[in-house]
């Protein structure tokens, strides 16, 4: 029963399920502004386009019941609405990842290709040089840029 409990936090605690909440109560708020931009303006304007046809009121009487084809309509509209603002949202996001991915890339390029530089007349030198080659002076390891980072930890 023990190892139920801690299986269940673990389950909870893993992040999976808060985003999963998020992604739930976030995507219920969305469904309702997509709903309002299909019934209040996109069908409106349908509606004018086809000669004030209201779509949800598109029914057909079929013996005692009514089939009700209008508001099937409207959910297909809100389907297609929904996928292409996902989709939207999804290629956007793709796009960022890409775009960061190759910041991060040329960030590293750039510091694996740093060059040490002397402290005393800004000559570049060797990696590992103890005495610099323009000037003479000696370099003191800890000064080679690159390897000065980390300032006293304490
Ligand atoms: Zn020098």
Known sequence: M???VNEFKEFISRGNVM??????????AFTSIVNSLVNDIIMPIV?????GIDFSSLKIGLGGAQIAYGNFLNAIINFLIVAFAIFCVVKAMNTFREKSAELIGIQKAEEETATPVCP????????????CPHCGAEI???QVPG???AP???
Do not use: L, Q
């Not at 570049?124 to 040089?129: C, F």
């Open 2 to 4: 023990k190892a139920f």
């Open 47 to 51: 509606g004018i386009i086809t000669g």
């Open 19 to 28: 985003d999963m909440a998020v992604g739930v109560v976030v995507g219920s």
């Open 140 to 142: 003191p390891a800890a």
């Open 147 to 149: 390897t000065e980072e």
């Open 152 to 154: 006293a930890e304490a």
């Open 120 to 131: 005393f007349c800004f000559e570049e030198v060797k990696e590992g040089a103890t005495r």
